[in-house]
């Protein structure tokens, strides 16, 4: 019985610049990494912001209850991560090919 031919898969082509436009498998992986990489750091900065904003209201003199401090604390941190996983996750679909998927209406260009 005849085989038939391996339907070849589409060449990943190389990317020379890493900043532009994704395309491919590896392309979306690095988009990951670096999201990941981003939220990492994005966690740092929001978790310094909600320690610097306790610290602003302790050096105002005021009396700061155990409830205040948890609400400006999470509710400052937790407003940087979400704002900055959101944006994040917009150029990760740009970066990661799937804006391109959906322009097409997830058919393959021929």
């Known amino acids: 019985m005849p085989r038939h031919d391996p339907v070849p898969r589409r060449p990943v082509p190389p990317r020379p610049d890493p900043h532009g436009p994704a395309r491919g498998y590896e392309d979306a992986a690095y ?3 670096r999201y990941k990489r981003l939220m990492r750091w994005m966690a740092t900065i929001a978790f310094g ?3 610097a904003s306790l ?4 050096a105002s003199g005021q009396p ?3 409830h205040m ?3 400006v604390f999470a509710g400052v941190a937790l407003t940087v991560l979400v704002g900055t996983g959101l944006m994040g996750l917009v150029f990760l679909s740009s970066r ?3 804006d391109e998927d959906a322009a097409h209406g997830g058919q393959d260009e021929h």
Not at 55 to 58: I, Q
């Open 31 to 33: 988009a990951w990494a």
């Open 49 to 51: 912001t909600a320690a």
């Open 55 to 58: 610290f602003y209201l302790w």
């Open 64 to 66: 700061m209850r155990l």
């Open 69 to 71: 401090v948890i609400a």
């Open 96 to 98: 990661s090919g799937h």
